[in-house]
Structures are given as structure tokens and as C-alpha cells.
């Protein structure tokens, strides 16, 4: 099975793409989607769409997993977050693909085995179960890359998870 995680974001979309065989993680690829606070928020968004689109339609994934929206202190912050995920649900709706939310708590306990873990903890073990040589940077792609792997952990409840 091959999921998209993704890590929304408006400046920096993080993505990570993984094959699941069993109880075996492999990546495809990861990266970052980034938008220049210059340009208008519709183009930044038609940006995150497009790019987004690109890596669904080279990599067919089966599903896609995001972490939860969570409440931010700075609303305006949390509404820009917001419109980024939707631009990643409609991408991948248009693709007819399911989406899969997980809260932080989620993906640190699926990942480390702890929900409390630290950031270096969850990076440090994304490496490991992903057989990478060093931990895949920016943070964001890690962040992406640590969904999917939660998700992957997950597909035999994911039911729970899809995004209603």
C-alpha cells in the first residue's frame, strides 16, 4: 500500500510518500511544497493544489493522511493552516482518494510509543523504521513522513481515522 502523508502548512507544505508491505516501511519520497508569503493567498493555495496533484498522480496513492487541525492561540494563523488543508483535501477528493486524520498525540505514539515523545525522538525513529541514513530534513518532511507511518500502523482501523 502506498500513502501520502502530508503536514499542512501555508509557508511549508511537508509531504512524505511510503510503501507499506506488511509490517515493513519503505520511502518513495519526501519533501517540501513551499509557498512565497509575497504572492496572494489564492495563489498560494492554487500552488499547494498543483503541487500536491503532481505527487499524487506519480506516486497513486491509496491513501492520504494529515495530522488533525488543531486550535491555534493565533486564529489567523489557524485559518491560514485551515485553507491549506483544504487545498490538500481537495487535491486529493479530486483524485478519489480517502483522508485520514491523526491528532499529534496520534502519530508520536504509533511512531516512538509514547505520546509525549519529543520531536527528536519521533524524527530519530521515522530514520529507523524508513532505513534512511539520516533523518529526513526539513522537519516538516519528517512530520509528513512520521502521518504516514502512523497511518500505516493504523490501516487495519482506519475506518476510525477517515476524515468525515
Known sequence: MVILGIDPGLAIVG??????????????DYGIITTDKDLYIPERLKLIYDELSLIINKYNP??????ELFFNKNVKTAIKVGQARGAAILAAKNKGL????????QVKQ??????????????????????????????????????AI???SS?????MFRMK
Open 15 to 28: 509531504y512524505g510518500v511510503i510503501e507499506v508491505l506488511g509490517n515493513k516501511y519503505g520511502v518513495l
Open 62 to 67: 491509496e491513501d492520504v493522511a494529515m495530522e
Open 98 to 105: 480517502d483522508i485520514f486524520e491523526y491528532t499529534p498525540l
Open 110 to 147: 504509533a511512531v516512538v510509543g509514547y505520546g509525549r515523545a519529543e520531536k527528536r525522538q519521533v524524527q530519530e525513529m521515522v530514520k529507523i523504521l524508513l532505513n534512511l541514513k539520516t533523518i529526513p530534513k526539513p522537519d516538516d518532511a519528517a512530520d509528513a513522513l512520521a502521518i
Open 150 to 152: 502512523c497511518h500505516g
Open 155 to 159: 490501516i487495519k482501523y482506519k475506518d
